[in-house]
């Protein structure tokens, strides 16, 4: 089966709304995904997986009771399962992430935003 590259930066430049997560492939089970972010989130949790951000563009501070974490492009963070954490960017930033297809994004599927495929 033939597969098509994805262009993260095309992807991106498709929709303008923020903290909603686009698909773009697929791997081993896992969703890729590319999402928009401004301002803050929600604390959450995952219970059952790790919670991976990488920043392509822009600067995301990860907030945790332990301390938080700040990215800019080119850096990722694990968070790990079972940490409550609140991702924050003051400004408009672009991130890619990956987790196990069917996750909700905030830890509980009655408050998730939807993903939808790009």
């Excluded at 989130?41 to 392509?56: A, E, G, K, N, Q």
């Amino acid at each position: 089966m033939a597969r098509k590259k994805v262009n993260l930066s095309d992807n991106l430049s498709t929709f303008s709304e923020h903290w909603s997560p686009k698909v773009v492939a697929g791997f081993n089970g896992n969703d890729i995904m590319v999402v928009k972010v401004k301002g803050e989130f929600v604390w959450h949790s995952h219970p059952d997986t790790d919670d991976f951000f990488l920043v392509l563009k822009g600067r995301l501070t990860i907030r945790m009771h332990d301390g938080d974490v700040t990215l800019g492009p080119g850096e990722l963070y694990v968070v790990p399962k079972g940490v409550e954490h609140c991702p924050v960017a003051e400004e408009e930033t672009h991130l890619m992430l990956i987790e196990p297809a069917g996750t909700p994004n905030t830890g509980d599927e009655a408050t998730a935003a939807v993903k939808s495929q790009i």
